[in-house]
C-alpha cells in the first residue's frame, strides 16, 4: 500500500496521488455519478429530445471520467480529446447504443 501524497477536488472528480513503495505514482479517480444518472433518467422521461425548432437533439449525458475510460479501453491512453473525431463518434455510438451505457442517454433512438 502506497502512502497518500495529495488529494485534489474539483467539485465533482475527486483525484488521489499515491505514492507507492516503488517509488512509482498512482493516481486514482473517483467520481460520484449518482447525480448526472438521475439528471438523465429525469431528461429521458422529460421529451423526445429535440429542440423547439427540431434542428437539434440531446441524445446524452457522459461525464468526462467516463469518457476517459472508453478511450483506455481503445487504445491504452486516456487522452479522449486526443482521439480522431471519426474514432470518437465510433465509440460513443457503440457504447451509447449498448444497453450496458443506457443511463447516459437522454431521449429516446440510436445513434
Given at each position: 500500500?502506497?502512502?497518500?501524497?495529495?488529494?485534489?477536488?474539483?467539485?465533482?472528480?475527486?483525484?488521489?496521488?499515491?505514492?507507492?513503495?516503488?517509488?512509482?505514482?498512482?493516481?486514482?479517480?473517483?467520481?460520484?455519478?449518482?447525480?448526472?444518472m438521475e439528471r438523465n433518467k429525469k431528461l429521458y422521461?422529460?421529451?423526445?429530445?429535440?429542440?423547439?425548432?427540431?434542428?437539434?437533439?440531446?441524445?446524452?449525458?457522459?461525464?468526462?471520467?467516463?469518457?476517459?475510460?472508453?478511450?483506455?479501453e481503445y487504445n491504452g491512453t486516456n487522452n479522449w480529446?486526443?482521439?480522431?473525431?471519426?474514432?470518437?463518434?465510433?465509440?460513443m455510438r457503440t457504447k451509447l447504443n449498448s444497453s450496458?451505457?443506457?443511463?447516459?442517454?437522454?431521449?429516446?433512438?440510436?445513434?
Open positions: 500500500m502506497g502512502k497518500l501524497r495529495s488529494v485534489d477536488w474539483d467539485g465533482s472528480v475527486k483525484t488521489n496521488w499515491i505514492q507507492e513503495s516503488d517509488g512509482k505514482l498512482t493516481v486514482n479517480n473517483q467520481q460520484n455519478l449518482n447525480p448526472l422521461n422529460h421529451n423526445n429530445g429535440y429542440s423547439q425548432s427540431k434542428d437539434f437533439k440531446r441524445v446524452a449525458s457522459v461525464p468526462p471520467l467516463i469518457l476517459q475510460i472508453w478511450t483506455k480529446w486526443g482521439l480522431p473525431k471519426d474514432t470518437q463518434k465510433k465509440i450496458e451505457f443506457k443511463y447516459f442517454r437522454t431521449a429516446e433512438g440510436s445513434l
